[in-house]
């Protein structure tokens, strides 16, 4: 198949290396001149692992190109997926521009029938506005270009695994000659067995904003739990693991810390809420999940102001500043959320990541950035762990509290064994097991 790809974002470019991955021939377009001259050099702009192999892979046997000029993707091409940001209104609304612009663009350059697929995240009806815009646009050629849905469902730092392995594929559709061109497309994958969901259009949309505002949800109920687990004495990790051997719920993100981040789960549980208010149905427990997503990372902020009285010129190190381990992204990252608390209330701040260093010196340039973790905590009063990075696990702990003023640690993401810790001679804090001053926090 001939494959388009608008946008070489995070979605954007692993659709593309995945596509000619797969065998087809893609060309990706962006409006930066600058992203699509790295990437035509062979440079990835962000971290993702395995798409650096996929992108020389696609360079290198000539199905893969990229280009600023919708003349040079769109004639000739049976697809155009529409991989466009949709960043948060002020309303927490999707901003729907790059899309429609996009929808406008493939409209002015078709040259036959294709197909117009929707893989960014937007709200349900947004199908209608695009056929709309087509119709303005080229309403001669209305009736030759078909619209669809394909929602992604990417995890950051197992994106290429997660579209050349899914769980599932979904697409939706009005029309035959849509599903036939996503069935030829993914063929490579559901010849393997993976499963393709065939459905309506706004059932599509409707499903993507779903799923992320549940795993959301997940996520702010075990964090709920550990508030209580913590004043009751209880043990949120054997809660947890309670909850998850019942098939009905499962274990995954059951996992108490300091809250989700990234762009897609903050902006989707707001937009999706938004969605529901132009439907006409109040839907208060999307704004609850938000809420306790706020709370978690005021809860490790509390342990840290419990363990040091008064936080002025005190130094707090944060390991991790990635909203997740095995990406540089930091947008809606807990840790940068924590450290603007901090900073605020007078504390020096420094850090480490493994890869997001560059991403989060632009947004918050007021942290003292360290080349390692031992670095980072020395002279520090309180560490911090915000990223459960593998490396952070094989931490010399001995080492670590050698280098740091006070032997304070507060395990964000419960990653070590309180016992152990505090045999090593921390002062341990974690989320959602019982702390030295728990009920006080």
């Given at each position: 198949?001939?494959?388009?790809?608008?946008?070489?974002?995070?979605?954007?470019?692993?659709?593309?290396?995945?596509?000619?991955?797969?065998?087809?021939?893609?060309?990706?377009?962006?409006?930066?001149?600058?992203?699509?001259?790295?990437?035509?050099?062979?440079?990835?702009?962000?971290?993702?692992?395995?798409?650096?192999?996929?992108?020389?892979?696609?360079?290198?046997?000539?199905?893969?190109?990229?280009?600023?000029?919708?003349?040079?993707?769109?004639?000739?091409?049976?697809?155009?997926?529409?991989?466009?940001?949709?960043?948060?209104?002020?309303?927490?609304?999707?901003?729907?521009?790059?899309?429609?612009?996009?929808?406008?663009?493939?409209?002015?350059?078709?040259?036959?029938?294709?197909?117009?697929?929707?893989?960014?995240?937007?709200?349900?009806?947004?199908?209608?506005?695009?056929?709309?815009?087509?119709?303005?646009?080229?309403?001669?050629?209305?009736?030759?270009?078909?619209?669809?849905?394909?929602?992604?469902?990417?995890?950051?730092?197992?994106?290429?695994?997660?579209?050349?392995?899914?769980?599932?594929?979904?697409?939706?559709?009005?029309?035959?000659?849509?599903?036939?061109?996503?069935?030829?497309?993914?063929?490579?994958?559901?010849?393997?067995?993976?499963?393709?969901?065939?459905?309506?259009?706004?059932?599509?949309?409707?499903?993507?904003?779903?799923?992320?505002?549940?795993?959301?949800?997940?996520?702010?109920?075990?964090?709920?739990?550990?508030?209580?687990?913590?004043?009751?004495?209880?043990?949120?990790?054997?809660?947890?693991?309670?909850?998850?051997?019942?098939?009905?719920?499962?274990?995954?993100?059951?996992?108490?810390?300091?809250?989700?981040?990234?762009?897609?789960?903050?902006?989707?549980?707001?937009?999706?809420?938004?969605?529901?208010?132009?439907?006409?149905?109040?839907?208060?427990?999307?704004?609850?999940?938000?809420?306790?997503?706020?709370?978690?990372?005021?809860?490790?902020?509390?342990?840290?102001?419990?363990?040091?009285?008064?936080?002025?010129?005190?130094?707090?190190?944060?390991?991790?500043?990635?909203?997740?381990?095995?990406?540089?992204?930091?947008?809606?990252?807990?840790?940068?959320?924590?450290?603007?608390?901090?900073?605020?209330?007078?504390?020096?701040?420094?850090?480490?990541d493994p890869a997001a260093i560059d991403e989060a010196r632009r947004e918050e340039p007021e942290i003292e950035y360290a080349k390692d973790p031992y670095g980072a905590a020395a002279d520090a009063h309180v560490v911090v762990l915000c990223t459960e990075w593998p490396e952070f696990?094989?931490?010399?702990?001995?080492?670590?509290?050698?280098?740091?003023?006070y032997p304070i640690f507060v395990d964000g993401r419960n990653v070590f064994d309180p016992e152990d810790m505090r045999r090593r001679g921390f002062t341990y804090y974690s989320m959602g097991r019982t702390d030295p001053a728990a009920r006080r926090a």
């Amino acid at each position: 198949m001939r494959i388009t790809v608008v946008g070489t974002g995070h979605v954007g470019l692993v659709s593309c290396v995945t596509f000619a991955h797969m065998g087809h021939d893609v060309v990706g377009i962006d409006a930066d001149r600058a992203k699509v001259e790295s990437l035509r050099a062979g440079r990835s702009p962000f971290f993702e692992p395995g798409v650096q192999g996929l992108l020389d892979e696609g360079i290198a046997n000539g199905r893969l190109r990229f280009t600023t000029d919708y003349a040079e993707g769109i004639p000739g091409a049976d697809v155009a997926f529409i991989c466009v940001g949709t960043p948060p209104r002020e309303s927490g609304e999707a901003s729907l521009v790059a899309v429609e612009k996009a929808t406008r663009d493939i409209a002015g350059l078709v040259d036959g029938p294709i197909v117009i697929v929707e893989k960014s995240t937007v709200p349900a009806g947004t199908h209608d506005r695009v056929k709309r815009t087509i119709a303005h646009e080229r309403p001669e050629l209305a009736d030759r270009i078909r619209v669809a849905s394909n929602p992604e469902f990417l995890r950051e730092g197992r994106a290429v695994v997660d579209t050349l392995e899914p769980e599932r594929i979904l697409v939706g559709a009005d029309d035959d000659a849509a599903f036939e061109a996503l069935r030829r497309i993914y063929q490579p994958l559901t010849a393997k067995g993976v499963p393709l969901i065939e459905t309506d259009i706004a059932t599509a949309e409707i499903a993507k904003h779903a799923c992320n505002a549940f795993l959301s949800m997940k996520i702010s109920f075990i964090n709920a739990v550990a508030r209580m687990c913590e004043r009751a004495g209880a043990d949120i990790a054997s809660v947890a693991e309670v909850m998850g051997t019942d098939s009905r719920i499962g274990a995954s993100f059951l996992n108490a810390g300091i809250g989700y981040g990234g762009f897609c789960f903050p902006k989707d549980v707001d937009a999706f809420e938004r969605v529901a208010d132009s439907l006409g149905y109040s839907f208060p427990l999307l704004r609850e999940i938000a809420r306790i997503n706020d709370e978690a990372v005021e809860a490790a902020f509390l342990k840290v102001r419990d363990a040091l009285w008064n936080l002025d010129d005190k130094r707090v190190c944060l390991l991790g500043l990635a909203f997740k381990p095995d990406t540089d992204d930091v947008r809606f990252a807990p840790a940068l959320a924590l450290a603007e608390r901090l900073i605020g209330a007078g504390a020096r701040v420094s850090a480490y990541d493994p890869a997001a260093i560059d991403e989060a010196r632009r947004e918050e340039p007021e942290i003292e950035y360290a080349k390692d973790p031992y670095g980072a905590a020395a002279d520090a009063h309180v560490v911090v762990l915000c990223t459960e990075w593998p490396e952070f696990e094989d931490l010399d702990l001995d080492k670590l509290k050698s280098v740091m003023r006070y032997p304070i640690f507060v395990d964000g993401r419960n990653v070590f064994d309180p016992e152990d810790m505090r045999r090593r001679g921390f002062t341990y804090y974690s989320m959602g097991r019982t702390d030295p001053a728990a009920r006080r926090a």
